[in-house]
Every structure is written in C-alpha cells, then in structure tokens.
C-alpha cells in the first residue's frame, strides 16, 4: 500500500466530492424552481451555474489552504516519533507563524509535546544506561521476575553463578532457581508488597554446589497507581562469612574446652591444699603444688601457642634473613629432650632464606611431636634437603606408630588430634601442627604429611626460594 504523501489528500478528496455533490444538488433544485417560475430560464440557469462554478472553486481552493498545514503537522509528528533525540524537530523556529488561527495553537502545543517528549525520552535513556552499569558493577547478583514468576532482567553476575538463562521472557524462576527458600522468599514479596531479607542456600555452577546467600528482596511497584509487577532480588554471597563464623564459634569453643580442664585441675588442689593448711596437714603439699605448677605451665603454653597463632593469622611481618641451619637446628636439639631416641641429622644444605625464631618453631613442634608419639628407643630422622627450583625442604621422618589416611587431611587444623585423651596427657595443645602450616605458608610454601600405620609418619615442609 502506498503511504499517503504530506498533504492530507483522504481528507481533501472527501471535501471535494461533498462539496461538488452538495453544490451540484442545490445548484440543480435553484435552477428548476427559479427556472420554471421564470420566462428567462436558460440565463437564469448559466447565471446560477457561474455562481456556484465560482463558489465551487474558492471553496476548494481554500480548503486546500486550510489542509496544507495539517499535512506538515502529520508529517511532524512522524519525524518526532522516529527521532525522539532530533531537537531541530521542536524547536519554535521550526514552527510556521504565517498559518491561520488554531492551526499555529496546535503546532505550538505540538512543539511543546514534542519537547517534554525528548527531555523524558533522554532521561530514561540516561537512567536505563546509569541503571545497567550499576547493575554490572555491583559484585552481587540481581534478579527480577513478573508476578507470573517470568524472568523479566538479570545482571551478568546473576548468570556467572547461576549459568545461561536460555530465553528470559519465556523462561520461568523455577527453571533457574531450584531452592524452595528462594521461590517462597519471591513469592512473599509479590503477595505482601513489602522488601524482606532472608538467609537462603542455592546451589551454583554446573557441580551445583551449595552456597549461602544473603537474599534482600523488593517489590516492583507501577509508578501511578502502586500496582506491584514484579519482584527484584540482590544475592549477597556470604559463604565465607558463614564459614568463618562457624570456625570462629568451634574456635572459642575449643579454647574454653582447653582452659577449663586445666584450670578445674587447678581449683581442686588448691582447696584441697587449703582445706588441707587449714587441719595443719602439709603431707601432700609438695605433690599438689607440683600439680598446679605443671597444669599453670600448660595453660602458659596454651596462651602462648595462641598468641603465636593470632600473630601468625593477622599477618604481623616476618623477619627474613639468611638462616644457618645447623644453628636452628642445634637450637631446637637443646631444647627438646631427644635423649631417649636415636636422632640423626643430615644436611643437604646449610642455609635458607626466612624468619629463623619462625623456622626454628617449625622444627621444634614437628620434634616435639615426634619425641611424644614416637616410642622411647625409635629413630627420629631431620634432613635439610634441596628441593626443586631453589626450594628448601625440611623432613621429619619417624618409625613410630603411624597416623591412619582418614585423620591425614585434618592434621593441621587446629585443635585437631588423632587421640585426644593421649595426646592431652603428653602436654599437646593441639594446635602444633596448624602453628606449622601458618609458618610455612607465610614463607610461600606448603607441608604435607606421609604415613603408615605401623610404619612411621614423615612430615615434609617445602619452602619455596625466596626473591630478593
Ligand atoms: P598436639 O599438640 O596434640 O601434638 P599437633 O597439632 O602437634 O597437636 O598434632 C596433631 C595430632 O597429630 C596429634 O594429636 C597426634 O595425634 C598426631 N601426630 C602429630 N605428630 C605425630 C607423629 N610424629 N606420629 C604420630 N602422630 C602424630
């Protein structure tokens, strides 16, 4: 179909055939009344006829007059709506004054349509593009659905955790999001109209693994009559968070556990020594004091270990320098009593680069431990070995009892051990071998252990070499 031009012509042919019709009829019914009354009919019908001829034509001529500047007001508009930005479109000049009456009214009225049509047209746009950067901006991510739970938007981070959503306006929530929680959560905000916050775990990525979320949700509301559409909701990933807690909590939990036996231990001596002062019998007095000084040396080296696990932890700086490592290892000799085992010692190397106070710790608790755990009379094997690329690694090898495969991975956590009532009686903490793992890896390396029930545990720290 062809597209009508700029001049109105629908509208101009329809006065055109009404005019001429209209004119033609009362041109003829003139003629025949006046005409039959009348001796002169053939002039009184010319005459009649040139009137309405004349007529005819300044009517005519006039409307085409009168249509012109609708035919440039439609032509206008349909500029307007095709170039909403063009601000040559709207602007007053663009108006024409010569027009008579109301047209030169609707073209301003027009021209100011026109106008606030552009303002609002780049407000939204600026606003949709502002709105978009932020939502890919933010770490978080967001989610919106329609009250028949059709997806209506998401950001980039949403498809990141979530993966691909396929076709957005025709895939629904629950073929993206799968947690009961999360469906409900939606479903309040769309009933009730208010924002709620929930705790809710979703899992993610292709493995689907379960991550907790801080789930903020809010209603999306139509701006002129507070119809609510829809539903958005920020995803605040606080796994870790959640993960720290529950360490934190295990944490203090632990240490109140460690505090208290000594401390009960402790107590009861010394009111039984008091009570005991009080009837004048001092028999026992050397044997309970010894007691108490023993259970206060253990809570000192409780305390101690856990300040060197809070230094460790909140980054404190480590003092590297070159380490002899026959004097730290000469050191720790001094300092622990190996004489009911065979020690042997070889160096591969004879120096390093870190904290020594630090590697000297490494090399005391792994011997300690051996020293503990290891039968009177075994060997307790320490090598300094050059490792590849420049490492350095320190092995402390036994042939003592052995540590079954299940506890292996959980050895340098802290507070863990493989027989607590034990290891409690030989004086451990429980936090040596985690106190190991901090040092090592704070010089960029990593330990590991190999076992054997029955065979003898060997534990191996890498360090890796360090730039100058
Ligand atoms: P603890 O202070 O209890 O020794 P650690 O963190 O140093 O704590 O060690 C954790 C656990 O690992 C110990 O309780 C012990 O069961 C086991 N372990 C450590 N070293 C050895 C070893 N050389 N042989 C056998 N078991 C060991």
């Known amino acids: 179909m062809k597209r009508p031009g700029s001049f109105p012509w629908r509208l101009y042919r329809w006065f055109v055939v009404k005019q001429v019709f209209w004119s033609a009829v009362l041109f003829l019914a003139l003629s025949l009344i006046v005409g039959l009354t009348s001796d002169s009919f053939w002039l009184v019908f010319f005459s009649f006829g040139l009137a309405f001829l004349s007529v005819i034509t300044i009517s005519l001529l006039m409307a085409r007059r009168l249509l012109l500047p609708l035919g440039r007001l439609i032509e206008r508009t349909r500029r307007m709506r095709k170039n909403p930005f063009d601000e040559e479109e709207v602007t007053p000049e663009a108006m024409a004054f010569d027009e008579p009456g109301e047209w030169y009214e609707l073209e301003r009225a027009l021209n100011r349509l026109g106008r606030d049509l552009r303002t609002k047209t780049i407000r939204l746009s600026r606003e949709k593009t502002e709105l978009r950067a932020i939502m890919s901006a933010v770490s978080e991510a967001v989610f919106a659905i329609s009250r028949d739970r059709r997806i209506l938007f998401f950001n980039p981070q949403f498809t990141d955790l979530f993966g691909e959503v396929p076709d ?150 480590l003092k590297f320098e070159i380490i002899r490592l026959q004097d730290i290892t000469e050191s720790v000799m001094s300092q622990v009593n190996v004489s009911n085992h065979k020690v042997h010692v070889v160096y591969e190397v004879d120096q390093m680069q870190g904290d020594p106070k630090r590697i000297e710790q490494v090399l005391r608790n792994l011997m300690e431990n051996a020293v503990r755990y290891v039968p009177e009379g075994k060997d307790i094997e320490v090598r300094w070995v050059a490792g590849p690329d420049g490492k350095t690694e320190l092995h402390v090898k036994d042939n003592g009892p052995g540590i079954l495969p299940k506890h292996q991975p959980r050895l340098f956590e802290r507070f863990y051990r493989v027989d607590e009532g034990r290891a409690r009686k030989e004086g451990g903490t429980g936090i040596g071998l985690s106190l190991v793992k901090h040092i090592v890896q704070r010089h960029g390396g990593q330990v590991h252990v190999k076992s054997q029930v029955g065979q003898g545990s060997e534990f191996i720290c890498e360090f890796p070499k360090l730039p100058h």
């Open 168 to 317: 957005p306006g025709e895939t629904r929530m629950s073929e993206v999001l799968r947690s009961p929680d999360v469906v409900e959560a939606y479903t309040e905000v769309l009933k009730t109209g208010l924002p709620i916050r929930r705790e809710v775990i979703e899992e993610v990525g292709a493995d689907r693994t379960p991550r907790n979320f801080l789930l903020s949700l809010a209603p999306l509301a139509k701006k002129h009559n507070g119809e609510i559409y829809g539903a958005v909701g920020i995803f605040h990933d606080i796994t870790e968070m959640k993960a720290a807690e529950r360490i934190r909590i295990e944490f203090v939990g632990n240490v109140s556990h460690e505090l208290r036996t000594p401390l009960t231990t402790i107590n009861g001596y010394l009111q039984t020594l008091e009570s005991d002062m009080k009837q004048g019998r001092m028999d026992h007095a050397q044997e309970f004091l010894k007691i108490i000084s023993d259970n206060v040396k253990r809570l000192r080296v409780l305390v101690d270990d856990l300040l060197d696990l809070s230094a460790l932890e909140s980054g404190k700086d």
